[in-house]
């Protein structure tokens, strides 16, 4: 699982999703998990789903990325989609025992809930796919300056996800490379009961732990010995432009928005 944990990499590319601003990408992203709340019937869960895939198509990044992105929580969507079929009341029961109530309005709702599950992570897996780690810290910086003049810490907030980001592809890697040391000394992950199962995960959290904090006073260090003090008076090299596809995708945006409010019931 550690191998395929794809959150926070970035698939290098030349499509037209890489070329946005990272702005305008963090922004769409945003948009659109905003917009999928708005569908509420299946033409517009539809409109969703054609939508995301042709912004997937468009990165050319292939579709088991996506896949991976989904793996992790799929155990988390699945629970939440049964308790909202068996506990979701309405005016057309199929089942009911106790408490327990299945009706269609609980099968549909679960369903939808289901598919917008999805759309959000194909989305943000799509982002940050097609936006390197700087950049996301770059577009989120740019975007929060006008917090400035009441003195939020702009800088050292985007500078914090970008490290978060950076390093946790970093993270799984060494976890798996722990666990494969492991597995070498005869350590049985995912077998026994869940106390076994807790305790066989305490050989990895340790030395884990331990990397992590070394790598990051060794960050530290490398900071202050490149006279890293802030963000006052710091020039960048990379200095975010918007273009034209901005503008066509902030039009794409707008316009599925005002499709799903058509379409809504």
């Not at 998990?33 to 019937?41: T, Y």
């Not at 939020?152 to 970008?162: G, I, N």
Request: charged share 15%; with cysteine; glycine share 6%.
């Amino acid at each position: 699982m550690l191998d395929k944990f794809i959150f926070g990499r970035y698939i290098k590319g030349d499509s037209w999703i890489h070329r946005l601003d990272p702005r305008t990408k963090l922004m769409a992203s945003f948009f659109y998990i905003a917009a999928v709340f708005l569908a509420n019937n299946m033409w517009t869960y539809v409109v969703s789903f054609v939508f995301v895939m042709l912004a997937v198509v468009a990165s050319k990044v292939p579709f088991q990325f996506f896949i991976n992105g989904v793996k992790p929580l799929i155990w988390l969507i699945l629970f939440t989609v049964i308790l909202q079929i068996l506990f979701t009341g309405g005016a057309d029961p199929i089942w009911q025992w106790g408490i327990i109530n299945i009706t269609r309005f609980g099968i549909i709702n679960g369903i939808f809930i289901f598919c917008r599950f999805i759309l959000i992570i194909f989305m943000s897996t799509l982002m940050t796919l097609t936006t390197p780690p700087l950049g996301i810290a770059d577009a989120i910086e740019s975007l929060l300056q006008p917090l400035k003049v009441i003195h939020f810490p702009v800088h050292e907030l985007a500078l914090m996800l970008s490290i978060a980001l950076r390093f946790v592809p970093t993270l799984m890697d060494e976890a798996q490379k722990i666990m494969n040391a492991q597995r070498a000394r005869g350590v049985e992950f995912g077998e026994g009961n869940l106390f076994q199962q807790m305790k066989a995960v305490v050989p990895i959290l340790v030395p884990l732990f331990v990397s992590s904090f070394e790598r990051a006073d060794d960050l530290a260090t490398a900071m202050e010995a490149r006279g890293y003090h802030g963000g006052e008076g710091r020039t960048k090299y990379r200095i975010l432009k918007w273009q034209s596809r901005d503008i066509v995708a902030g039009l794409c945006c707008a316009g599925l928005l005002v499709v799903l409010v058509v379409l809504r019931a």
